[in-house]
């Protein structure tokens, strides 16, 4: 719930409002007015959004100043294959426009986090006045980020993957992302209140520890213990996974739901459902969830097939990573930190258009960090998302 905040708060939200809105002037007086009146609704609702937070942050030097239209790189662990990050690229796009930066998106083409090593460690302070990259391996790409953050002192946002502790080690301003223990636990108490007792994760890359973490968070919101957490690992292309997951389910039809923790095993785990016979001695369905949004799992909501799915809103980590990065850089690196920074992000009625066209729900900040998820994709709220599915959902 929006509050009246404390003087010097309210005092602070007002005067960044106003600059917000200068910055975006609108043409007619009617629309001038109703922009204002907007950013004045949403201005006490700014400390909640941020977590009343405006204490400085520990910042790298920065030794020259910024040119006028900035330039950053965004460098993600991303296979080119792999389709999930166009919500991710086109939420950059946009941030670009409304924030005046230019952003190179760049990844290495296999995946490999040896060649994402090799992009951070060529980026150059003459081309880029920020860095902004995930972590998908932050032991890894430790020496990279090193020679960004250490050697040229270069702002440094992290998203995505990794821990905002891995984050802030790496020397980072922030990290904007999921945590995954807490996405799992909060879809388990849910799936709890439905009655569901027992559950198998169906995890198709299980050498990442944010995988374990998504399964285990779901079994503690069962009310059951970590570890009595079960995991099904999956490998290979999904006829095989299909074949894997039908042996698991003649195996142990005792087992109440499933987890999926992607598109990836949730696509062959969504056939199995369906090629499921009905009837009195047909196997009993599975109470099924999925983290992540995908048409295929879109389509099982509204069937019925899928229960809910866990969105961790992929377009708030980049339309907010830009968004800061940019904001950070036009106000000339403040010593003073983040905290005004995030002020007159959240101000601008821009950025609350595009989150609310697109039906996402802006995390408050939980001090350092901001939450992208998990948000929740139920029948209640699927036409939208489906309306922008693997584009900005």
Known sequence: MCGRPPAQVHWASQAFA??????????????????????VARRACLPVLLGWSLLPLALPATAVSPPARPRIAF????????????TIRNAIQQASEDFGVDVDYLNPHDGSIQEMGRILNGLSTQRYAGVITTLADARGLAPALHQVVGIGHMPLITVN?????????????????????????????????????????????????????????FAQGLGLPVSATAEL?????????????????????????????????????????????????APRRPYFVSFDVSQEIVGGI??????????????????????????????????????LVKYTVYAQPRLHARMSKYGIELKPSNGRDINSGPGFVTRANVEKVERFSGQYR
């Open 75 to 86: 460098v993600s662990h991303a296979p080119d294959s792999d389709t999930w990050w166009t």
């Open 18 to 39: 106003r600059e917000a809105f200068f910055l975006n002037p609108v043409d007619s007086t009617k629309e001038r007015r109703m922009a204002s009146m907007s950013c």
């Open 233 to 281: 690992e999956l490998s290979g292309n999904a006829a095989e996974m299909q074949q894997r997951i039908v042996q698991y389910q003649v195996a142990n039809p005792q087992v109440q739901a499933w987890l999926a923790l992607g598109p990836t095993s949730a696509h062959p785990a969504i056939a199995v459902i369906r090629a499921m016979k009905s009837g009195a001695n």
């Open 161 to 217: 993957s990794g821990t905002g502790e891995q984050s802030k080690q790496a020397g980072a301003m922030l990290h904007i992302g999921q945590p995954e223990f807490q996405a799992g636990l909060e879809a388990g108490q849910r799936a709890a209140k439905e009655g569901v007792r027992s559950f198998v994760c169906l995890n198709h890359y299980a050498s990442s520890a944010a995988s374990h973490e998504r399964c285990q968070g």
């Open 302 to 339: 509204k069937d019925g097939v899928v229960a809910f799915a866990i969105d961790q809103q992929p377009y708030a980590q980049g339309y907010l990573s830009v968004a800061l990065m940019g904001e950070y850089l036009r106000q000339g690196a403040p010593a003073s930190g983040l905290g």
